[in-house]
Protein backbone atom coordinates (compact mmCIF):
# COMPACT_ATOMS: atom_id res chain seq x y z
CA UNK A 1 0.00 0.00 0.00
CA UNK A 2 1.61 3.32 -0.98
CA UNK A 3 0.21 6.70 1.21
CA UNK A 4 -0.58 8.97 -2.10
CA UNK A 5 -3.58 9.91 -3.65
CA UNK A 6 -2.75 8.35 -7.32
CA UNK A 7 -2.41 5.19 -5.33
CA UNK A 8 -5.77 5.70 -3.67
CA UNK A 9 -7.08 6.50 -7.23
CA UNK A 10 -5.48 3.37 -8.77
CA UNK A 11 -7.51 1.07 -6.24
CA UNK A 12 -10.81 2.82 -7.12
CA UNK A 13 -10.12 2.41 -10.71
CA UNK A 14 -9.37 -1.49 -10.49
CA UNK A 15 -12.54 -1.76 -7.90
CA UNK A 16 -14.98 -4.02 -9.30
CA UNK A 17 -17.28 -2.60 -7.16
CA UNK A 18 -16.26 1.71 -8.05
CA UNK A 19 -19.58 1.64 -9.82
CA UNK A 20 -22.28 0.98 -7.39
CA UNK A 21 -21.29 4.62 -5.51
CA UNK A 22 -23.13 6.34 -8.47
CA UNK A 23 -25.99 4.57 -7.04
CA UNK A 24 -25.84 6.55 -4.45
CA UNK A 25 -26.83 9.95 -3.35
CA UNK A 26 -23.85 11.82 -1.75
CA UNK A 27 -24.10 14.71 0.43
CA UNK A 28 -22.73 17.74 -0.14
CA UNK A 29 -22.03 21.10 1.57
CA UNK A 30 -23.18 24.46 0.76
CA UNK A 31 -21.45 24.90 -2.68
CA UNK A 32 -22.61 21.73 -3.97
CA UNK A 33 -19.18 19.74 -3.54
CA UNK A 34 -19.30 16.24 -1.97
CA UNK A 35 -18.62 15.43 1.37
CA UNK A 36 -16.63 13.04 3.02
CA UNK A 37 -19.39 10.98 4.20
CA UNK A 38 -17.99 7.87 6.93
CA UNK A 39 -20.94 7.92 9.19
CA UNK A 40 -23.20 4.67 7.61
CA UNK A 41 -22.51 2.86 10.60
CA UNK A 42 -25.43 5.96 11.67
CA UNK A 43 -27.39 6.61 9.10
CA UNK A 44 -26.52 4.45 5.56
CA UNK A 45 -26.80 7.12 2.11
CA UNK A 46 -29.97 7.10 0.12
CA UNK A 47 -30.15 5.15 -3.24
CA UNK A 48 -30.85 6.85 -6.31
CA UNK A 49 -33.71 4.15 -6.56
CA UNK A 50 -35.39 4.31 -3.43
CA UNK A 51 -37.38 7.32 -4.90
CA UNK A 52 -39.25 5.63 -7.52
CA UNK A 53 -40.16 2.11 -5.29
CA UNK A 54 -41.77 4.71 -2.50
CA UNK A 55 -43.32 6.66 -5.78
CA UNK A 56 -44.69 3.24 -7.29
CA UNK A 57 -46.54 2.47 -3.69
CA UNK A 58 -47.73 6.09 -3.61
CA UNK A 59 -49.26 5.68 -7.49
CA UNK A 60 -51.06 2.21 -6.18
CA UNK A 61 -52.43 3.59 -3.57
CA UNK A 62 -54.29 6.58 -5.83
CA UNK A 63 -54.51 4.69 -7.86
CA UNK A 64 -56.31 1.71 -6.14
CA UNK A 65 -56.81 2.82 -2.76
CA UNK A 66 -57.56 -0.21 -0.45
CA UNK A 67 -57.74 -2.56 -3.18
CA UNK A 68 -53.78 -2.08 -3.73
CA UNK A 69 -53.53 -4.67 -0.77
CA UNK A 70 -54.08 -7.34 -3.74
CA UNK A 71 -54.18 -5.09 -6.70
CA UNK A 72 -50.65 -2.99 -6.26
CA UNK A 73 -48.34 -4.28 -8.85
CA UNK A 74 -46.21 -4.97 -5.46
CA UNK A 75 -49.30 -6.16 -3.59
CA UNK A 76 -49.52 -4.70 0.08
CA UNK A 77 -50.57 -7.68 1.67
CA UNK A 78 -47.55 -10.30 0.60
CA UNK A 79 -45.34 -7.34 0.52
CA UNK A 80 -43.09 -7.96 3.58
CA UNK A 81 -42.18 -11.88 1.70
CA UNK A 82 -40.20 -9.68 -1.07
CA UNK A 83 -37.64 -8.38 1.40
CA UNK A 84 -37.38 -11.95 2.84
CA UNK A 85 -34.64 -13.95 0.27
CA UNK A 86 -32.61 -10.65 0.13
CA UNK A 87 -32.67 -10.19 3.94
CA UNK A 88 -32.33 -13.19 4.98
CA UNK A 89 -28.37 -13.95 2.48
CA UNK A 90 -27.17 -10.66 4.31
CA UNK A 91 -27.86 -12.63 7.45
CA UNK A 92 -27.15 -15.80 6.62
CA UNK A 93 -30.64 -17.15 7.66
CA UNK A 94 -33.07 -19.31 6.24
CA UNK A 95 -35.97 -17.48 4.56
CA UNK A 96 -38.46 -18.82 7.27
CA UNK A 97 -36.61 -17.37 10.11
CA UNK A 98 -36.23 -14.04 9.08
CA UNK A 99 -38.79 -11.17 9.05
CA UNK A 100 -38.90 -7.26 8.44
CA UNK A 101 -41.12 -5.44 11.04
CA UNK A 102 -41.26 -2.75 13.75
CA UNK A 103 -38.30 -1.23 14.82
CA UNK A 104 -35.02 -2.61 16.64
CA UNK A 105 -35.80 -1.71 20.22
CA UNK A 106 -39.00 -3.52 19.90
CA UNK A 107 -38.36 -6.50 18.52
CA UNK A 108 -35.93 -6.63 21.19
CA UNK A 109 -38.27 -6.52 23.89
CA UNK A 110 -40.41 -9.02 21.34
CA UNK A 111 -37.60 -11.01 21.47
CA UNK A 112 -37.45 -10.94 24.99
CA UNK A 113 -40.81 -11.93 25.91
CA UNK A 114 -40.41 -15.11 24.11
CA UNK A 115 -36.99 -16.05 25.10
CA UNK A 116 -36.24 -14.66 28.36
CA UNK A 117 -38.24 -17.04 30.59
CA UNK A 118 -36.81 -16.57 33.75
CA UNK A 119 -37.36 -18.21 37.51
CA UNK A 120 -36.37 -17.42 40.54
CA UNK A 121 -32.61 -18.87 40.65
CA UNK A 122 -32.33 -18.22 36.97
CA UNK A 123 -32.70 -15.06 35.98
CA UNK A 124 -29.64 -13.17 35.32
CA UNK A 125 -28.75 -11.46 31.39
CA UNK A 126 -25.29 -10.99 29.81
CA UNK A 127 -24.72 -8.06 28.24
CA UNK A 128 -21.18 -6.19 26.84
CA UNK A 129 -20.39 -3.39 28.86
CA UNK A 130 -21.02 -0.52 27.02
CA UNK A 131 -24.01 -1.90 24.75
CA UNK A 132 -25.74 0.51 23.23
CA UNK A 133 -28.29 2.41 25.38
CA UNK A 134 -31.18 1.21 24.52
CA UNK A 135 -30.42 -2.58 24.39
CA UNK A 136 -29.49 -2.00 28.04
CA UNK A 137 -32.25 0.55 28.81
CA UNK A 138 -34.57 -2.53 27.22
CA UNK A 139 -32.83 -5.55 29.15
CA UNK A 140 -32.89 -3.49 32.94
CA UNK A 141 -36.75 -3.31 32.29
CA UNK A 142 -37.21 -7.08 31.08
CA UNK A 143 -35.42 -7.30 34.75
CA UNK A 144 -38.00 -5.42 36.16
CA UNK A 145 -41.10 -6.50 34.53
CA UNK A 146 -40.43 -9.63 35.62
CA UNK A 147 -39.66 -8.75 39.08
CA UNK A 148 -36.25 -8.47 39.49
CA UNK A 149 -33.40 -6.08 40.61
CA UNK A 150 -31.65 -4.57 37.76
CA UNK A 151 -28.60 -4.14 39.44
CA UNK A 152 -28.18 -8.03 40.68
CA UNK A 153 -29.83 -9.41 37.54
CA UNK A 154 -27.24 -7.40 34.67
CA UNK A 155 -23.96 -8.76 34.69
CA UNK A 156 -21.67 -6.91 32.46
CA UNK A 157 -18.90 -8.32 30.09
CA UNK A 158 -15.92 -6.19 30.39
CA UNK A 159 -13.01 -5.27 28.80
CA UNK A 160 -10.00 -5.84 31.31
CA UNK A 161 -8.14 -2.82 33.26
CA UNK A 162 -7.02 -0.43 31.03
CA UNK A 163 -7.92 -2.38 27.70
CA UNK A 164 -10.53 -1.60 25.63
CA UNK A 165 -11.78 -4.95 23.92
CA UNK A 166 -13.67 -7.66 25.75
CA UNK A 167 -11.86 -11.20 25.99
CA UNK A 168 -13.82 -14.54 25.26
CA UNK A 169 -12.11 -15.96 27.87
CA UNK A 170 -13.89 -13.54 30.49
CA UNK A 171 -17.26 -14.68 29.17
CA UNK A 172 -16.53 -18.08 29.84
CA UNK A 173 -15.21 -17.35 33.51
CA UNK A 174 -18.40 -15.58 34.19
CA UNK A 175 -20.41 -18.20 32.91
CA UNK A 176 -18.46 -20.59 34.91
CA UNK A 177 -19.14 -18.86 37.93
CA UNK A 178 -22.69 -17.91 37.69
CA UNK A 179 -24.19 -20.13 34.38
CA UNK A 180 -26.66 -21.73 37.22
CA UNK A 181 -28.42 -17.76 37.38
CA UNK A 182 -27.92 -16.88 34.06
CA UNK A 183 -30.97 -16.90 31.94
CA UNK A 184 -29.87 -14.89 28.62
CA UNK A 185 -26.73 -14.01 26.67
CA UNK A 186 -28.05 -10.57 24.92
CA UNK A 187 -24.85 -9.47 23.03
CA UNK A 188 -24.21 -6.63 20.38
CA UNK A 189 -22.65 -8.56 17.37
CA UNK A 190 -20.19 -5.87 16.47
CA UNK A 191 -20.22 -3.37 19.34
CA UNK A 192 -21.11 -0.14 18.31
CA UNK A 193 -18.22 1.75 20.22
CA UNK A 194 -15.12 -0.19 19.90
CA UNK A 195 -16.14 -1.80 16.50
CA UNK A 196 -15.63 -5.45 17.80
CA UNK A 197 -16.90 -8.17 15.98
CA UNK A 198 -17.84 -11.05 18.43
CA UNK A 199 -17.54 -14.75 17.88
CA UNK A 200 -20.68 -15.58 17.46
CA UNK A 201 -20.76 -19.05 17.19
CA UNK A 202 -18.59 -19.43 20.77
CA UNK A 203 -20.77 -17.28 22.38
CA UNK A 204 -23.84 -19.05 21.14
CA UNK A 205 -22.42 -22.53 22.13
CA UNK A 206 -21.10 -21.74 25.43
CA UNK A 207 -24.60 -19.50 26.19
CA UNK A 208 -26.18 -23.07 25.48
CA UNK A 209 -23.71 -25.08 26.94
CA UNK A 210 -25.39 -23.11 30.45
CA UNK A 211 -28.67 -23.48 29.30
CA UNK A 212 -29.35 -19.74 28.34
CA UNK A 213 -30.69 -18.78 25.24
CA UNK A 214 -28.30 -16.23 22.95
CA UNK A 215 -29.31 -13.16 21.30
CA UNK A 216 -27.78 -10.84 18.97
CA UNK A 217 -28.39 -7.07 18.19
CA UNK A 218 -26.95 -6.94 15.01
CA UNK A 219 -27.53 -3.39 14.70
CA UNK A 220 -23.70 -2.37 13.75
CA UNK A 221 -23.31 -6.05 11.61
CA UNK A 222 -25.65 -6.11 9.54
CA UNK A 223 -24.99 -5.28 5.83
CA UNK A 224 -21.23 -4.81 7.85
CA UNK A 225 -20.54 -8.43 8.34
CA UNK A 226 -21.66 -11.75 7.90
CA UNK A 227 -22.69 -13.08 10.83
CA UNK A 228 -24.13 -16.66 9.43
CA UNK A 229 -27.38 -16.34 12.01
CA UNK A 230 -28.27 -19.92 10.74
CA UNK A 231 -24.83 -21.46 11.48
CA UNK A 232 -24.32 -19.85 14.75
CA UNK A 233 -27.56 -21.62 16.12
CA UNK A 234 -28.35 -18.06 18.40
CA UNK A 235 -32.19 -18.34 19.41
CA UNK A 236 -33.13 -14.74 18.13
CA UNK A 237 -31.45 -11.76 16.68
CA UNK A 238 -32.61 -8.03 16.12
CA UNK A 239 -31.48 -5.29 13.76
CA UNK A 240 -32.00 -1.99 12.14
CA UNK A 241 -31.66 -1.30 8.31
CA UNK A 242 -31.39 2.67 8.70
CA UNK A 243 -27.35 1.98 9.43
CA UNK A 244 -25.59 -0.29 6.79
CA UNK A 245 -28.62 -1.43 4.84
CA UNK A 246 -29.07 2.35 4.03
CA UNK A 247 -33.29 2.19 4.05
CA UNK A 248 -33.57 5.58 5.91
CA UNK A 249 -34.03 6.95 8.80
CA UNK A 250 -36.66 5.56 11.35
CA UNK A 251 -36.78 2.63 9.00
CA UNK A 252 -38.09 -0.70 9.99
CA UNK A 253 -35.66 -3.54 11.53
CA UNK A 254 -35.31 -7.47 11.27
CA UNK A 255 -35.71 -9.91 13.22
CA UNK A 256 -34.54 -13.52 13.14
CA UNK A 257 -35.59 -16.57 15.27
CA UNK A 258 -33.82 -19.49 14.64
CA UNK A 259 -35.74 -22.85 13.00
CA UNK A 260 -35.56 -25.11 16.10
CA UNK A 261 -38.22 -22.30 17.57
CA UNK A 262 -40.34 -21.87 14.41
CA UNK A 263 -42.99 -24.29 15.57
CA UNK A 264 -42.34 -23.92 19.48
CA UNK A 265 -45.88 -23.35 20.58
CA UNK A 266 -45.08 -22.92 24.53
CA UNK A 267 -43.37 -19.98 23.77
CA UNK A 268 -45.04 -16.37 25.35
CA UNK A 269 -45.27 -14.16 22.56
CA UNK A 270 -46.98 -10.95 22.46
CA UNK A 271 -49.51 -11.37 19.43
CA UNK A 272 -50.86 -9.02 17.03
CA UNK A 273 -53.10 -10.57 13.36
CA UNK A 274 -50.12 -10.02 11.34
CA UNK A 275 -48.59 -13.30 13.20
CA UNK A 276 -52.07 -14.74 12.27
CA UNK A 277 -52.34 -17.91 9.74
CA UNK A 278 -52.56 -15.82 6.62
CA UNK A 279 -55.52 -18.02 5.15
CA UNK A 280 -57.90 -17.23 7.74
CA UNK A 281 -56.44 -13.74 9.05
CA UNK A 282 -59.71 -12.02 7.74
CA UNK A 283 -62.13 -13.87 9.13
CA UNK A 284 -61.11 -12.42 12.25
CA UNK A 285 -63.11 -14.60 14.46
CA UNK A 286 -60.42 -17.43 14.68
CA UNK A 287 -58.28 -17.71 17.91
CA UNK A 288 -54.57 -16.78 17.30
CA UNK A 289 -52.81 -19.24 15.26
CA UNK A 290 -49.31 -18.33 14.82
CA UNK A 291 -47.61 -18.49 11.67
CA UNK A 292 -44.83 -20.90 11.34
CA UNK A 293 -41.34 -19.29 11.60
CA UNK A 294 -40.10 -15.54 12.22
CA UNK A 295 -43.18 -14.28 10.39
CA UNK A 296 -45.35 -15.58 13.21
CA UNK A 297 -43.99 -12.68 15.81
CA UNK A 298 -45.50 -9.79 13.37
CA UNK A 299 -48.19 -7.96 15.06
CA UNK A 300 -49.10 -4.69 12.72
CA UNK A 301 -49.82 -4.70 8.84
CA UNK A 302 -46.53 -3.18 8.37
CA UNK A 303 -45.91 0.12 7.01
CA UNK A 304 -45.56 -0.39 3.17
CA UNK A 305 -43.33 3.09 2.66
CA UNK A 306 -40.64 1.92 4.63
CA UNK A 307 -40.63 -1.32 2.86
CA UNK A 308 -40.50 -0.12 -0.31
CA UNK A 309 -37.45 1.96 0.71
CA UNK A 310 -35.73 -1.09 2.24
CA UNK A 311 -36.59 -3.82 -1.43
CA UNK A 312 -34.72 -0.21 -2.62
CA UNK A 313 -31.70 -0.68 -0.85
CA UNK A 314 -31.90 -4.76 -0.70
CA UNK A 315 -31.74 -4.86 -4.48
CA UNK A 316 -28.58 -2.95 -4.41
CA UNK A 317 -27.52 -5.16 -2.35
CA UNK A 318 -27.91 -8.09 -4.33
CA UNK A 319 -26.97 -6.97 -7.24
CA UNK A 320 -23.12 -6.16 -5.58
CA UNK A 321 -23.36 -9.44 -4.23
CA UNK A 322 -22.59 -9.77 -0.16
CA UNK A 323 -19.25 -11.59 -0.27
CA UNK A 324 -17.63 -9.37 -3.06
CA UNK A 325 -18.96 -6.29 -0.55
CA UNK A 326 -16.70 -7.73 2.24
CA UNK A 327 -13.93 -8.12 -0.17
CA UNK A 328 -13.70 -4.76 -0.64
CA UNK A 329 -14.64 -3.41 3.03
CA UNK A 330 -11.41 -5.37 4.10
CA UNK A 331 -9.27 -3.76 1.22
CA UNK A 332 -11.05 -0.39 2.27
CA UNK A 333 -10.81 -0.39 5.84
CA UNK A 334 -7.29 -1.94 5.63
CA UNK A 335 -5.94 0.85 4.15
CA UNK A 336 -7.94 3.27 6.46
CA UNK A 337 -6.03 1.59 8.90
CA UNK A 338 -2.58 2.03 6.83
CA UNK A 339 -2.93 5.52 6.71
CA UNK A 340 -3.77 6.16 9.99
CA UNK A 341 -0.44 3.83 11.20
CA UNK A 342 1.27 6.05 8.49
CA UNK A 343 0.85 9.49 10.29
CA UNK A 344 2.79 8.52 13.40
CA UNK A 345 1.35 9.85 15.78
CA UNK A 346 1.48 9.23 19.09
CA UNK A 347 -1.65 10.41 20.42
CA UNK A 348 -3.57 8.38 18.19
CA UNK A 349 -4.85 4.81 19.04
CA UNK A 350 -7.02 2.46 16.72
CA UNK A 351 -9.05 0.84 19.45
CA UNK A 352 -10.87 -1.44 17.21
CA UNK A 353 -9.06 -5.21 16.70
CA UNK A 354 -6.29 -5.09 14.02
CA UNK A 355 -7.91 -8.68 12.80
CA UNK A 356 -10.26 -8.28 10.18
CA UNK A 357 -12.15 -11.46 11.52
CA UNK A 358 -12.76 -9.65 14.28
CA UNK A 359 -14.30 -6.25 12.87
CA UNK A 360 -16.26 -4.98 10.04
CA UNK A 361 -15.84 -1.80 8.73
CA UNK A 362 -15.41 0.30 10.91
CA UNK A 363 -12.66 2.02 13.04
CA UNK A 364 -12.30 3.78 16.01
CA UNK A 365 -9.62 5.91 16.55
CA UNK A 366 -9.06 7.23 20.29
CA UNK A 367 -7.22 10.66 19.74
CA UNK A 368 -5.55 11.43 23.40
CA UNK A 369 -6.27 15.10 24.64
CA UNK A 370 -8.79 15.98 21.92
CA UNK A 371 -12.45 16.95 22.69
CA UNK A 372 -14.93 17.55 20.92
CA UNK A 373 -13.82 20.49 19.11
CA UNK A 374 -11.86 18.11 16.86
CA UNK A 375 -14.52 16.54 15.33
CA UNK A 376 -16.35 20.20 14.73
CA UNK A 377 -12.77 20.78 12.52
CA UNK A 378 -13.07 17.43 10.92
CA UNK A 379 -16.70 18.66 9.96
CA UNK A 380 -15.62 22.26 8.65
CA UNK A 381 -13.29 20.23 6.78
CA UNK A 382 -16.36 18.21 4.55
CA UNK A 383 -15.47 15.40 6.68
CA UNK A 384 -19.05 13.70 8.33
CA UNK A 385 -18.26 11.61 10.76
CA UNK A 386 -18.84 10.75 14.61
CA UNK A 387 -17.73 11.64 17.96
CA UNK A 388 -18.37 9.57 20.69
CA UNK A 389 -17.09 11.07 24.17
CA UNK A 390 -14.72 11.14 25.88
CA UNK A 391 -12.03 10.98 22.90
CA UNK A 392 -13.19 8.73 20.33
CA UNK A 393 -13.69 9.34 16.55
CA UNK A 394 -15.53 6.55 14.69
CA UNK A 395 -15.16 6.04 10.93
CA UNK A 396 -16.83 3.67 9.14
CA UNK A 397 -16.00 3.84 5.06
CA UNK A 398 -18.99 1.89 3.43
CA UNK A 399 -17.96 -0.56 0.87
CA UNK A 400 -21.22 0.13 -1.32
CA UNK A 401 -20.38 4.33 -1.97
CA UNK A 402 -16.92 4.63 -0.02
CA UNK A 403 -14.14 4.99 -2.42
CA UNK A 404 -10.29 4.51 -1.46
CA UNK A 405 -9.92 8.28 -2.01
CA UNK A 406 -12.65 8.90 0.43
CA UNK A 407 -10.10 7.37 2.83
CA UNK A 408 -7.44 9.20 1.84
CA UNK A 409 -8.84 12.05 1.73
CA UNK A 410 -10.38 11.90 5.43
CA UNK A 411 -6.95 11.21 6.60
CA UNK A 412 -5.13 13.87 4.88
CA UNK A 413 -7.77 16.25 6.46
CA UNK A 414 -7.41 14.53 9.67
CA UNK A 415 -3.87 15.26 9.64
CA UNK A 416 -4.36 19.06 9.04
CA UNK A 417 -6.48 19.80 11.78
CA UNK A 418 -4.07 18.00 14.36
CA UNK A 419 -1.69 20.09 13.38
C1 LIG B 1 -28.66 2.02 16.43
C2 LIG B 1 -28.82 1.05 17.50
C3 LIG B 1 -30.06 0.90 18.15
C4 LIG B 1 -31.22 1.80 17.81
O1 LIG B 1 -32.44 1.23 18.15
P1 LIG B 1 -33.81 1.71 17.48
O2 LIG B 1 -34.82 0.93 18.20
O3 LIG B 1 -33.72 1.40 16.01
O4 LIG B 1 -33.92 3.19 17.69
C5 LIG B 1 -30.17 -0.08 19.14
N1 LIG B 1 -29.11 -0.87 19.45
C6 LIG B 1 -27.92 -0.73 18.86
C7 LIG B 1 -26.78 -1.63 19.22
C8 LIG B 1 -27.73 0.24 17.88
O5 LIG B 1 -26.54 0.38 17.30
Not at 115 to 122: E, S, V
Not at 181 to 189: D, H, N, V
Not at 385 to 390: A, G, I, L, N
Request: charged letters at 25%; proline letters at 5%.
Amino acid sequence: MQNTLQYAQQCDAEDPLAHVRQQFLIPTDSKGKSLIYLCGNSLGLQPRTTKEYIQQELNDWGKHGVEGHTDAKNPWLPYHEFLTKNMAEIVGAKPGEVVIMNTLTTNLHLMMVSFYQPTTTKYKIVVESDAFPSDKYAVESQLKFHGHNPKEGLILWKPREGEELCRFEDLEKIMANQGDEIALLMIGSTNYYTGQHFPLKKITELGHKHNAMVGFDLAHGAGNIQPNLHETGADFAVWCSYKYLNSGPGSLGGCFVHERHAKNDNLNRFAGWWGHNKTTRFNMRHEFDALEGAEGWQLSNPPILSMAAIRASLDVFAKAGFENLRTKSEKLTGYLEYLLDELNNDNINIITPRNKEERGCQLSIQVKSADKALHTKLTEAGVISDWREPDVIRVAPAPLYNSFEDVWEFVKRLKEVLL
